[in-house]
């Protein structure tokens, strides 16, 4: 079955700590993206990459940082410099870039800073 | 990517036919119209887009207005798994200089289904 999976579901971190979040696609997507959800807000862009060994900043990137050295894998660290990192994260792939494209998004993570 | 206005919420009975309109007045020629829903604690699940034809799947049918200032999804017989957020959003063809490529989600219209 071709989609995106993101792990853990759900993760709990201690103030001061860095935390590491899996997503993984197997649809031969260029594009790769993150977003974070809080309670009852739309999806804002974290980073996003268009290809390997390449990414960009988007709206909210303060306090975390990504990598894309397989075209399949995007984690996402959210350091101890986010000030508020409680929320949904969401992964999301897709061909490219273009508005006719289509985003294909996992099911997400919750993190739960304590 | 222009901005959409949707209803905050909206009822409809199962097994009934659901319209839910969406308005972008400043939509450029070359923004597609995309819909995604989400239900709880679950990620964004893509129901379906257009440029300037109405356009049906297996899920839903959306109707464009001929100027394009305003778009309509239809869920064609209301089930109670059709309870979600719906987002409409409009996205740039291909505006590679600028674009970020992604989808600028607003706060959506949620639709409750009553069996």
């Known amino acids: 079955d071709g989609g995106i999976t993101q792990s853990p579901k759900y993760l709990f971190r201690k103030e001061g700590q860095n935390v590491t979040l899996s997503c993984e696609q197997n649809l031969n997507h260029d594009a790769m993206y993150w977003y974070r959800q809080d309670p009852g807000q739309g999806l804002r862009l974290i980073y996003y990459?268009?290809?390997?060994?390449?990414?960009q900043k988007g709206d909210i990137a303060e306090g975390y940082s990504v990598s894309r050295e397989k075209k399949e894998s995007f984690p996402l660290t959210v350091t101890s410099a986010q000030k508020n990192p409680t929320a949904f994260y969401l992964c999301?792939?897709?061909?490219?870039?273009?508005?006719?494209?289509?985003?294909?998004f996992g099911p997400g993570t919750r993190l739960t800073v304590l | 990517d222009a901005k959409t206005t949707q209803p905050n919420s909206m009822e409809s009975n199962e097994e009934e036919p659901v319209h839910l309109p969406c308005n972008h007045s400043t939509i450029s020629g070359t923004d597609y119209i995309h819909w995604y829903r989400q239900l709880p604690s679950q990620g964004p699940e893509y129901v379906i887009h257009g440029l300037t034809s109405n356009v049906n799947n297996r899920m839903a049918s959306l109707a464009i207005a001929e100027d394009r200032k305003s778009s309509t999804l239809i869920l064609h017989r209301a089930t109670l798994r059709d309870a979600a957020v719906y987002y409409c959003?409009?996205?740039?063809?291909?505006?590679?200089?600028?674009?970020?490529?992604?989808?600028?989600f607003g706060k959506g219209t949620k639709l409750s289904v009553k069996p």
């Open positions: 959003i409009l996205r740039d063809w291909g505006n590679y200089g600028g674009s970020q490529g992604n989808l600028i």
């Open positions: 999301a792939s897709s061909n490219g870039l273009a508005g006719e494209y289509t985003q294909y």
């Open positions: 990459s268009q290809i390997v060994n390449d990414f």
